[in-house]
């Protein structure tokens, strides 16, 4: 008991440290923009990600793995989900602010990932006769969507938004839970490493559909594409990085319900950085979402069995 208690709280620590950096990524963007155009804010930071966790797949010696996955078709499938989620994400922070796009994320994760995992793969299913549980993910959407409706007050959402918003928990939820059944048969770092830097070479061409065209890609040397290159490594690639490998310490569940932190860390960063806060009626989401969270943490959380040999 001791050590599944240990492993589920470095497990918690990691997703937490993941939550803050993925909670940073608005911010990054705001920074960015109006000097970086959507094009440069999609295509480069993937690019620079994916070049640094191929070359960390390598490392670990699971370039191989890296290798086959070019020629596995469920891996662009993968890759598809990925773009859909970026895309909505970066949709959704222009259209509806840095709070709403947090609070949707937690829907996808806290939300969709449990439920997909049980409703596809038919696993943890015993947590849906669990009544805290279904208390829990029920809280968790209400607060989000209290906060959602509640900072609209403020800025009522546009038609684009409404219909961008529902894309993003979807495609997040199923992104994450295809990633990590993937990972138990092939290394993570391969994984990670395929769907992001395919990703960074397809947004190349996609930009020119964007605002901006491919001009939107040249950026100004500084300050603007160290911004980039700091997000491409940290939303990007490092705050996966944190997140996948708390899944293999303690199961799909616990990471995804411990993204409750990220609209928590979103609001914090708004009001330092950028003197922004939903009206009270939205703060108020915020407590319920998080006891949610809090209320579907509890119980045991298996950690993800892996069906592969590490190398020596």
């Known amino acids: 008991m001791t050590g599944s208690a240990g492993r589920s709280g470095v497990a918690g620590a990691l997703a937490l440290s993941a939550g803050f950096i993925w909670a940073s990524y608005y911010f990054f963007v705001y920074a960015a923009t109006p000097a970086a155009g959507p094009g440069a804010l999609i295509a480069e930071p993937f690019l620079f990600a994916g070049v640094a966790y191929c070359g960390y797949a ?82 968790s959407t209400a607060g989000a969507s209290l906060t959602i409706v509640g900072s609209g007050q403020s800025h009522p959402l546009s038609l684009a938004a409404w219909l961008v918003a529902p ?38 061409p996609v930009a020119f559909l964007l605002p901006g065209g491919l001009s939107g890609l040249l950026l100004p040397l500084y300050p603007t594409l160290l911004l980039v290159v700091a997000l491409g490594l940290s939303s990007f690639f490092l705050a996966p990085a944190l997140y996948f490998s708390a899944i293999e310490r303690a199961g799909l569940i616990l990471p995804a319900l411990l993204m409750a932190s990220i609209p928590v860390f979103t609001l914090a960063l708004s009001a330092v950085l950028l003197g922004i806060v939903p009206p009270p009626i939205g703060l108020l989401g915020i407590p319920i979402a998080v006891v949610g969270a809090v209320l579907s943490l509890r119980g045991e959380h298996e950690p993800w069995k892996r069906e592969y040999t590490a190398p020596p």
């Open 167 to 204: 894309v993003m928990p979807v495609a997040i939820g199923l992104y994450f839970l295809l990633m990590a059944k993937a990972s138990r048969s092939t290394p993570v770092s391969a994984v990670v490493g395929h769907a992001t830097i395919v990703a960074g070479i397809v947004t190349v």
């Open 58 to 139: 390598v490392l670990q010696g699971h370039g191989d793995a890296l290798r086959k996955l070019l020629t596995d078709g469920q891996a662009y499938l993968r890759v598809g989900l990925l773009l859909a989620m970026q895309l909505s994400v970066l949709a959704v922070t222009y259209l509806a602010g840095a709070v709403d796009a947090a609070l949707l994320s937690l829907v996808g994760d806290v939300v969709f990932t449990p439920l997909f995992l049980m409703l596809i793969y038919r696993e943890g299913r015993a947590k849906l006769s669990s009544v805290v549980f279904l208390a829990g993910l029920l809280l």
